[in-house]
């Protein structure tokens, strides 16, 4: 059967979380894959810091991973506590009941906080020869049978029975084969770190030491989170991880205007830039508070729109299909992005293994799943575009 397998050309487009994660499914169940990353590395460039787990998230990175990387993955992430803490500028602590009401999982099953790359790493361990960077896709072909060719910038080709698109939000694959239309909310996300230093731990509050807390603005919020990992004394498996810091994960959403940006301008704004807007917002709040981005890392800053997709109508499948953010992107204020493309990773390892065990149908296998996430997804989407309006107000859509 594995022999079979083998034979089925499967090409999985972008190593993001997504994509990583239904290769490390579809290898567990003995089907090999082809993944084509755009980056020359995986450490090419920055893509978060913290991930916030939620339990659906969890229980399909469990079904994808083979054991020890799943034990590796919690022993990773950062100390878990539930409930967040709101405060105003000023650091008095506010009541504010849709924020305090946020799943952040249960007491006994907190959410989990993973620092991303190590996440990355984890879920590329195993598949190094499985992936092929430098291959940026830029256009495919339907060829008979089935097959599609994908064409990369590089100018050369791939021939694959079934292709998944986990090239996120810019996707090509998504837009067409999966009329996934997306809009810019007209909302952005500047995200950073500040590492636990003795003296940053000792200006920034004490308050902010530990767990989640969400600072309420004029049309922005600052959301925070202590990142600190229970480093072994010696645990082998650690070391194929690149080395990881305590640090203060902090990301602010809103309308660019809060931040004397205007719609327009904020793509062209230097990192220095954007910390003297950061500057000059919290110029007036607690200088326990600020203290965050007087410390912070300099190289940590990003600055990214945020964008949603419209609510999904079914369309035809076939053997080009596409997970993650290529197919539902949403606004990070729900903190469900990652969690829901890991659900696809795993509906599509069920349905693509069961296809293969019983020689079934890859597209009705295919068409199966996006039946189902269609419905999970535009719920996710929905579910974070009311989390924008929690925490920056309400959202204008433009195309
Ligand atoms: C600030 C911030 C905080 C967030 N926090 C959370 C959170 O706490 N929890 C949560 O669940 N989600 C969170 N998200 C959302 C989450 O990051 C995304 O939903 C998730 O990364 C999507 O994974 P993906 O694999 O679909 O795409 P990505 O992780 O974006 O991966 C796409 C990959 O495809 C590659 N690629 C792109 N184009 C091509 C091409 N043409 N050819 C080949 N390769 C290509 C890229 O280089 C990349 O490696 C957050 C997002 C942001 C911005």
Request: a negative charge; glycine letters at 8%; one cysteine or more.
């Amino acid at each position: 059967m594995i022999q079979k397998f083998k034979n089925k050309r499967i090409a999985v487009v972008g190593a993001g979380l997504g994509g990583l994660c239904l290769a490390q499914g579809l290898k567990k169940n003995g089907i090999s894959c082809m993944i084509f990353e755009k980056d020359a590395a995986m450490n090419i460039r920055t893509q978060g810091y913290r991930i916030r787990i939620n339990k659906p998230g969890r229980n399909a990175l469990k079904e994808c991973l083979p054991e020890n990387l799943y034990t590796l993955f919690l022993e990773t992430c950062a100390a878990s506590t539930t409930g967040m803490r709101v405060f105003n500028t000023s650091l008095e602590e506010s009541k504010n009941e849709l924020v305090e009401s946020w799943s952040d999982g249960v007491k006994e099953m907190p959410d989990l906080k993973p620092n991303r790359l190590t996440l990355r790493e984890i879920l590329l361990h195993g598949l190094q020869e499985n992936i092929q960077f430098g291959k940026e896709l830029v256009s495919w072909k339907e060829l008979e049978n089935e097959e599609t060719e994908l064409l990369f910038a590089d100018g050369t080709q791939y021939i694959a029975d079934l292709v998944i698109a986990g090239d996120g939000v810019h996707s090509k694959i998504g837009a067409e084969q999966c009329k996934d239309q997306k809009i810019n909310t007209g909302n952005i996300t500047i995200y950073g770190r500040t590492f636990f230093t003795d003296e940053a731990k000792d200006q920034i509050a004490s308050a902010l030491h530990k767990g989640t807390s969400v600072i309420l603005g004029e049309q922005f919020s600052l959301i925070t989170d202590a990142m600190e990992f229970n480093f072994p004394l010696k645990n082998e498996s650690w070391n194929l991880l690149a080395p990881m810091e305590n640090y203060f994960y902090w990301a602010f959403i809103g309308n660019p205007e809060a931040f004397g940006l205007s719609q327009s301008d904020f793509y062209s704004q230097s990192p220095e830039e954007v910390f003297e807007c950061i500057h000059k917002l919290t110029d007036r709040w607690h200088p326990k508070l600020k203290a965050l981005f007087k410390y912070a890392d300099k190289q940590s800053l990003s600055i990214t729109p945020i964008r949603s997709s419209l609510p999904k109508k079914q369309w035809k499948s076939g053997s080009i299909t596409a997970l993650g953010d290529a197919v539902h992107t949403m606004s990070p204020a729900g903190g469900v992005g990652a969690n829901t493309a890991f659900i696809d990773a795993a509906l599509l390892t069920e349905n693509i293994s069961a296809a293969l065990m019983k020689n079934t149908s890859i597209i009705e296998a295919v068409a199966d799943y996006e039946k189902k996430m269609r419905i999970y997804s535009n719920h996710a989407v929905e579910m974070s575009l009311r989390g924008g309006e929690i925490l920056h107000g309400t959202t204008e859509k433009n195309s």
